[in-house]
């Protein structure tokens, strides 16, 4: 469904994805675990085409700071230099990293705007499922997002991820800020959402243990390289990155 | 322990339109205590660090430091009195590079009081001080624009940022959310050299194996009240706790 | 080889109608000049040339000091003989006076009206002398509206009067002083005296105040654009008064048709004589008017400004002539010993270096008080020596006589 | 074969920040170049120009001295929008010592700067917890009404105002006043921003409450910026009443608060030199149009469009990036 | 005299949300700077002028071309000028102040002062209420205002486009994640704002003439309007509309004209003294909340 290859990213000078290669079959859920630094909101906003609006951004102000070089081949499509407008309409869809959400508008209205490619039925549907999923969400429908708690902040962006219908769903540090109980919830989710609506997941994650269970196959970023890949149960084997990511 | 208290919490309530985030909350924290508070979301937790750093003023109820009302002082007077928080939802100044970024701190009349009017190079301390937290000093991220770093730095730039006004009691909203686990093995040492030298420390967390592993005493709060407060394993054994933050299985 | 032209300097704010008109007028006058040989300074024939400079002061918004730059902008790099026209709101005029004092370059204002630049010139003579104004000013408009006011109360009994001004130095004194000199001595009663902010476009609640206190007459004093708003509410509220004072837009002949004929009855003044309007009883208008419209194609709108400053270039002329040179000190006293008869009538200075107004041609220059007739006419009725007809009462009014 | 554009530090620039002992000539001129030809031009310019351009000098310096202290208040977070109430009350109060006490303008305009300062600060210290376009829109207003009350109550010569001020000497004096005073703030202020004193100026458009929760009182901050911006300004406004010989409505004109702010865009914000560089070129500029007659604020106006869209980062910005460093074209080792 | 101050004091507040409601969808909603919109007012009035008089088209027809053509000129204003400075909200300002301050000099230039430039009313009629002859013009003033900002407020609340208007000025980045493709969105807000400037300027300058200094009016009042009425908010318009319109109608009426603008800028100081975001604007509320 995806294949990112070679894909090299540089801020400037400093080169934040090296090299990099991955491929996502559809219906897989894909972990991209790394730590601090690592270039995993760089490959998210690289697959989301983010990265090609920043650069554009970054132009339009007078200094070309950003390159990409590699492809990203989605269904048989180059889409590397694709806007981010476009790439959401071909179902890909990114939830990003903290705060991405509207602070002025109310919880059903975010959703509301996150359904702009949406039919209004479709949307509302969607709200009720997120509803379901987090039911915390339900008391604080008319309040203002940016009024949330950081949790609540976070289950409402990936609420307004959701409403998209995406194909491919990017989630950038989903689990951040959650109490472990909405986490475990999220994680079902994701896995009914995978299972159920055949919607591929990659996710990226720092604290690897809560999704290690769900993952068919991971990517681990160190620097803004691969160091290694496989499935969960292959990545379980190696017993630094053990200790390192998956804490057990 | 009779240890003196650091903080009192009296019968505190906040409340937001309708809601009350914060409900008739009382708690004590003694000096040199590391209290852990735990919580669903939307419990209440960031609200009641807002409360006591003097972000937001209470509906009702007050808050002691050392003995004096400080519920409705200003925050920065309160910062000067020595308490400093993080901040969750990250805010360093995006412009400035990470260092100097850590200038404006030391340039607060608490910090130069201590020093007695003698604080050498600001800039030397401020790297020392990143350093610390875990900023490679060569890898040049130091030196880069605060808004182009990854959450995980920014993260531990705000701890730094609240070191650097060496307070009396330290409070961490949701540190270490964001950090893998060698990143949250590194920054550890941070707080317990800051124990040792007998600071109070409040951190708020969701990662609770982390927590626990340092924490004297936990609290949890639920629908901004204190359901359970104890030792780890005490809070942990708690039936209401399991069911409101948990999950059902524990 | 041609003679050295003798350069008059034109410095106003040449996008507004009055100052636009006014550099045409001076165009002319000069044009004529020199189709006629010239000015003869001492024994040489010279030619007049014309340099102008757009200050943009009667846009609000505008700094007096960048108005002040340009006027020296002129004189330091364009170096003229005199300058016309000159600032068009006091305040700039005002200013612009120590500039001009410093430089020594005489100035015939034609457009700003208060008269605080007299009183600056009195107080200040061997300073200040180089500043002349051929136009009317606020003293003098004050004759024309009292005048004017007289013949109402005199033919219908009227006198009951609200005042409306725009908020500009000229005008308040010009309402002020109808006040003290006319209003309060004859027995009027003044309802109300009202100055609105330049670009105001809103006066229902004056002209509520004057329907709901029964003024009969409503005195209005305006020289911005957005004055004929006023005229126009007027007549949609259906104000039962007679409206009798100055309102420069309505000062063209082409006010009927862009007020779509709702301005019957008005009494407006022409500053001078020759701008905007003529009087078929001094046949020097009349040709000032068809020249000008021969010339440029379209009859002169503004009723104030354009005939001072075609005045003022042949009274410049005549001064240098009397002077025998170019030299601002001795054109000064040229000029004060200007006698002339022209389009405005007999133009003469006073000692605050004012063109003296009054009722009769043939002694001094005149303004004229004319009334937009139901058919759209623009007829004379004040003063009576140039008076066409009487004035007549808007349908609906009654007099009380 | 891959390629991309590297951008690479001059160098010297990064060492010199700090340390202070330079080694060479070259390296020397390097720095000191782009500091000493403004000024030297500063200085020698007006032994050159004619009378008229003299004027225009004095103009720039002004409104150069009006975008420093708009830019100086940028940095801090606040956006002014009324420059004009700076530059008017220091001509007022100018203005007001010299016509009703007889002050020299040697006294004057000191005293103006100050008190004008102060009371600006005093002005706006109650809504200094605005932020954003609402502290704008109140900047906006507050020279609008100060226009009105001295229309509608007519103090200080009303709509007239008040003219026959005593000028300064020469107008050498005047320029030689005006822009030792500019270099002096210029080079004075970038040196004060870049302090510590300087940062936590930034620090608080950035984000004002990481500045309160680092235990320092934003309020008492923002109210020195806004003394030191106001003192700025009210120096300009005073001077400019000496040398016009007159105050009056206008100087609160829109004029007054749009081109500063417009030469510090053009220039380059966050940078001072940026703003006095934007006044540098867009006074002159303005000037040079009135040739054009009436068609000249048109082509202004088409200017200020064409500086901001050719250049977004600004004039300043551009050229150092350009000064001090190279671009070059590397290839990619893979 | 008190009820006919009244009826003038809201029509004079009809007129401010006329002026304002333009303005307000691109910067209040949608956060794209549009300083040129006071020359665009303008401009689209001499457009109707122009076609009227010059090409001898009916008014109806003239009204709506130079809508339609206003409309189109506020797209390609973006496309060519913001787009290139887009996100540096200083730039955004001066560059549009620059393209206004460039159009309505260019009118003054050409010389197009004076009450001969003016649109014809829509029905000339005028009937008493409340003791004061009111013409049909400003009755329908009042109602357009009415409907305008009733759809402007469905508009935004209610429809995709309308919402990704937000959507954009709260978060650019996040808006594109999720297929708003933010410079098409904000074609539209400066465009649709062009449009809605050209249809105030339709219906309020039959009032009055057609002025280039009426555009930096304009221009302040919808600033003014806009932004006590609190960014991003549709029924805040109504409200400052109201509160502006009545100060300035009594004022006008009980103290004197003179005090009219003071007083007005009183109101909006103390309105922003109270609250600092605006009526209904919570901007300072989210950026504390922590
Ligand atoms: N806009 C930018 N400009 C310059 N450098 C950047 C920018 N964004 C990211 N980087 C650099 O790219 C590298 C990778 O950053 P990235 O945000 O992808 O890390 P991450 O894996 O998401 O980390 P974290 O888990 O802490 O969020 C970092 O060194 C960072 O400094
Ligand atoms: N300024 C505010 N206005 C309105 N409601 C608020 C405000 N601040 C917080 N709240 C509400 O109060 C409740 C508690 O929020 P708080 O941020 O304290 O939660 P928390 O315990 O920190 O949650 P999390 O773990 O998700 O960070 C939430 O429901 C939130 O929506
Ligand atoms: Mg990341
Ligand atoms: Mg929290």
């Not at chain 2, 007077?77 to 928080?85: A, E, L």
């Not at chain 4, 300004?233 to 609160?252: N, Q």
């Not at chain 5, 008190?2 to 333009?22: D, H, K, M, Q």
Request: charged content about 20%.
């Amino acid at each position: 469904m995806l294949d990112v290859n070679n894909l090299m990213v540089f801020f400037e000078n400093a080169l934040a994805l090296n090299d990099f290669s991955m491929q996502v079959r559809e219906g897989e859920i894909i972990g991209v675990i790394g730590s601090n630094s690592a270039g995993k909101t760089t490959l998210m906003n690289a697959l989301s085409g983010l990265i090609i609006d920043m650069r554009i951004k970054e132009k339009r102000k007078g200094g070309e700071r950003i390159t990409v070089y590699g492809s990203i081949v989605y269904e048989g499509l180059d889409i590397t230099e694709l806007s981010p407008s476009e790439r959401v309409k071909k179902g890909i869809v990114l939830s990003r990293e903290r705060h991405p959400i509207f602070p002025e508008s109310s919880v059903t209205e975010n959703m509301k705007i996150a359904g702009y490619l949406r039919k209004k039925a479709e949307v509302r549907e969607v709200m009720e499922y997120v509803f379901k999923l987090f039911p915390a969400l339900i008391q604080l429908r008319a309040k203002k997002a940016g009024f949330l708690s950081g949790g609540e902040q976070q289950m409402l962006a990936i609420g307004m991820a959701l409403v998209v219908k995406p194909r491919l769903l990017l989630l950038d540090e989903p689990l951040l800020g959650l109490s472990p109980m909405m986490q475990k919830a999220l994680v079902d989710a994701i896995v009914s959402l995978n299972k159920e609506s055949g919607i591929t997941v990659v996710l990226s994650e720092q604290f690897a243990r809560p999704v290690l269970p769900i993952i068919d196959r991971g990517y681990i970023l160190e620097n803004g390289m691969l160091t290694l890949s496989g499935t969960g149960a292959e990545l379980m084997d190696n017993q630094e990155i053990k200790a390192a990511y998956f804490g057990i | 322990m009779s240890l003196p208290t650091t903080l009192r919490v009296e019968n505190i309530s906040k409340i937001f339109g309708r809601v009350a985030a914060v409900d008739h909350l009382s708690c004590e924290v003694r000096r040199g205590e590391l209290v852990g508070i735990i919580g669903p979301n939307g419990s209440g937790k960031t609200t009641l660090v807002n409360l006591i750093s003097g972000f937001v003023k209470p509906t009702s109820g007050r808050i002691l430091y050392n003995g004096q009302d400080i519920t409705y002082t200003a925050p920065h007077k309160i910062v000067c009195m020595g308490i400093s928080r993080t901040f969750q939802m990250v805010r360093p100044f995006y412009h400035l590079p990470a260092y100097k970024n850590m200038i404006i701190p030391l340039y607060s009349p608490r910090v130069r009081q201590l020093a007695g009017g003698r604080y050498g190079d600001r800039n030397a301390v401020a790297l020392d001080l990143l350093e610390e937290v875990g900023f490679e000093r060569d890898a040049n991220v130091a030196y880069k624009p605060a808004g182009t770093l990854p959450q995980g730095y920014l993260k531990r730039l705000e701890l730094a940022k609240a070191i650097a006004l060496s307070p009396e009691l330290l409070i961490l909203d949701e540190l270490f959310s964001g950090m893998s686990l060698a990143e949250v093995a590194s920054v550890v040492p941070v707080i317990e050299k800051l124990r040792l030298a007998g600071k109070t420390i409040i951190m708020i967390e969701h990662r609770l194996k982390e927590l626990f592993r340092i924490a004297d005493r936990i609290m949890v709060l639920n629908y901004g009240q204190k359901i359970a407060d104890g030792a780890s394993t005490e809070v942990m054994e708690s039936d209401e706790v399991k069911k409101a933050y948990l999950g059902s299985e524990g | 080889r041609a003679a050295e032209p003798i350069v008059i300097g034109v410095a106003t704010s040449l996008g507004f109608l009055e100052g636009r008109e006014s550099m045409k007028a001076v165009q002319m006058a000069v044009d004529e000049i020199n189709a006629a040989g010239g000015v003869k300074v001492g024994a040489a024939a010279r030619p007049f040339r014309v340099e102008s400079i757009d200050l943009r002061d009667a846009a609000p918004g505008v700094p007096v000091p960048e108005a002040l730059l340009g006027l020296e902008k002129i004189i330091l790099e364009k170096k003229p003989t005199a300058l016309m026209v000159g600032p068009f709101r006091s305040e700039a005029l005002i200013a612009g006076m120590d500039i001009i004092a410093k430089y020594k370059v005489p100035l015939l204002g034609t457009i700003a009206m208060a008269p605080g630049s007299e009183a600056k010139i009195k107080a200040d003579p061997q300073k200040y002398k180089y500043v002349f104004r051929t136009c009317l000013n606020a003293v003098h408009l004050v004759k024309f509206l009292a005048g004017t006011m007289g013949a109402i109360n005199k033919q219908f009994g009227f006198n009951k009067v609200y005042v409306m001004t725009q908020d500009v130095a000229w005008a308040r004194a010009t309402a002020d002083l109808v006040k003290k000199l006319y209003f309060d001595k004859s027995g009027w009663t003044v309802l109300g005296m009202e100055s609105y902010p330049t670009g105001t476009s809103d006066f229902s609640s004056a002209l509520m105040k004057a329907r709901s206190q029964g003024a009969q007459v409503i005195m209005p004093v305006f020289d911005m654009p957005q004055s004929g708003t006023l005229v126009k509410q007027w007549n949609t509220m259906k104000v039962p008064t007679i409206m009798a004072g100055f309102v420069s837009p309505l000062a063209g002949s082409e006010a009927w048709k862009i007020f779509d004929g709702k301005i019957g009855g008005v009494l407006n003044t022409t500053f001078e004589l020759g701008s905007a309007m003529a009087a078929s009883k001094l046949p020097a208008s009349t040709d000032f008017m068809n020249k000008y419209q021969k010339k440029y194609g379209q009859e002169i709108q503004a009723g104030h400004g354009p005939a001072p400053s075609y005045e003022s270039v042949y009274i410049l002329k005549e001064a240098i002539e009397r002077a025998g040179s170019l030299e601002s000190d001795a054109v000064v006293a040229g000029l004060e010993k200007t006698d002339r008869r022209g389009v405005m009538g007999r133009i003469r200075y006073d000692d605050g270096h004012q063109a003296v107004y009054g009722f009769d041609p043939a002694e001094t220059s005149v303004s004229l008080v004319s009334q937009w007739t139901d058919s759209g006419k623009r007829v004379v009725v004040f003063p009576d020596s140039l008076a066409e007809n009487m004035i007549q009462l808007p349908a609906g009014l009654k007099s009380l006589k | 074969m891959k390629k991309r554009r590297e951008r690479i530090d001059r160098g010297i620039k990064a060492r010199s920040e700090d340390v202070y002992a330079l080694s060479s000539w070259r390296e020397m001129l390097y720095l000191a170049g782009p500091r000493l030809l403004p000024a030297a031009a500063f200085l020698l310019l007006p032994l050159f120009l004619g009378a008229y351009w003299q004027k225009v000098m004095i103009s720039v310096a002004v409104f150069a001295l009006l975008a420093i202290s708009w830019d100086m208040l940028a940095q801090t977070g606040m956006i002014s929008l009324g420059q004009a109430l700076f530059f008017g009350m220091g001509a007022y109060v100018s203005g007001i010592l010299n016509f009703y006490f007889g002050m020299p303008p040697w006294i004057a305009i000191p005293i103006a700067t100050v008190l004008g300062g102060a009371l600006c600060t005093l002005i706006l210290t109650p809504v200094l917890r605005l932020r954003g376009i609402y502290f704008s829109m109140v900047t906006l207003i507050i020279p609008l009404m100060l226009v009105r009350i001295i229309e509608a109550t007519k103090i200080f010569g009303g709509t007239e105002g008040l003219s026959g001020m005593t000028p300064l000497p020469s107008t050498l004096t005047e320029i030689y006043l005006v822009t030792g005073v500019l270099l002096g703030v210029l080079f004075g202020l970038r040196r004060l921003m870049e302090t510590d004193y300087g940062l936590v100026l930034k620090g608080i458009r950035d984000n004002d409450r990481s500045v309160t929760n680092a235990g320092i009182d934003i309020f008492w901050f923002k109210t020195q910026a806004l003394f030191i911006s106001s003192t700025i300004g009210a120096f300009a406004g005073a001077l400019m009443t000496h040398v016009y010989m007159f105050v009056g409505m206008p100087v609160f004109a829109l004029d007054y608060s749009i081109l500063p702010m417009a030469a510090a865009v053009v220039g380059g914000s966050g940078t001072l030199a940026g703003a006095a560089l934007g006044a540098v070129i867009l006074v002159p500029l303005s000037e040079a149009l009135r040739g054009i007659g009436g068609l000249r604020i048109v082509m202004y106006g088409l200017f200020l469009v064409v500086f901001t869209v050719a250049v977004p980062e600004g004039l300043f910005d551009y050229i150092q990036r350009r000064y001090h460093q190279m671009e070059r074209w590397v290839e990619i080792d893979q | 005299m008190f009820a006919g101050t009244v009826v003038f004091a809201l029509i004079n507040s009809s007129i401010l949300i006329l002026l304002a409601i333009g303005f307000n969808l691109t910067f209040g909603i949608s956060g794209v700077a549009n300083f040129a919109y006071g020359a665009l007012y303008i401009m689209s009035a001499y457009l109707s002028w122009t076609m009227l008089n010059l090409l001898h088209l009916p008014f109806w027809a003239s009204a709506a071309l130079s809508i339609v053509f206003t409309t189109i000129s506020g797209a390609m204003m973006y496309r060519f000028v913001l787009l290139r400075v887009r996100g540096q909200a200083l730039s955004e300002v001066i560059a549009t102040f620059g393209i206004g301050l460039s159009i309505l000099e260019l009118f003054r230039y050409l010389g197009l002062v004076g009450f001969e430039y003016t649109l014809p009313v829509f029905w000339n009629e005028s009937f008493m209420i409340a003791g004061a002859y009111v013409d049909i013009q400003r009755i329908i003033i009042v109602l357009i205002a009415l409907v305008l900002v009733l759809g402007l407020w469905l508009f935004t609340h209610f429809t995709s486009t309308g919402l990704a208007f937000r959507g954009i000025a709260q978060d650019e980045r996040t808006a594109l994640t999720f297929g708003i493709d933010s410079d098409r969105i904000a074609t539209l807000s400066v465009s649709f704002g062009a449009g809605l400037a050209a249809i105030a300027a339709t219906i309020i300058i039959p009032l009055g003439s057609i002025a280039p200094d009426e555009g930096y009016d304009v221009l302040i009042k919808a600033l003014a309007v806009c932004i006590i009425g609190g960014l991003g908010s549709t029924g805040g318009v109504i409200v400052a509309g109201v509160i502006i319109g009545f100060a300035e109608r009594f004022t006008d009426s009980y103290i004197g004209s003179h005090w009219t603008m003071i007083v007005s800028l009183a109101a909006i100081l103390l309105v922003l003294a109270i609250k600092p975001s605006g009526l209904f604007g919570q901007q300072k509320e989210l950026e504390e909340r922590i």
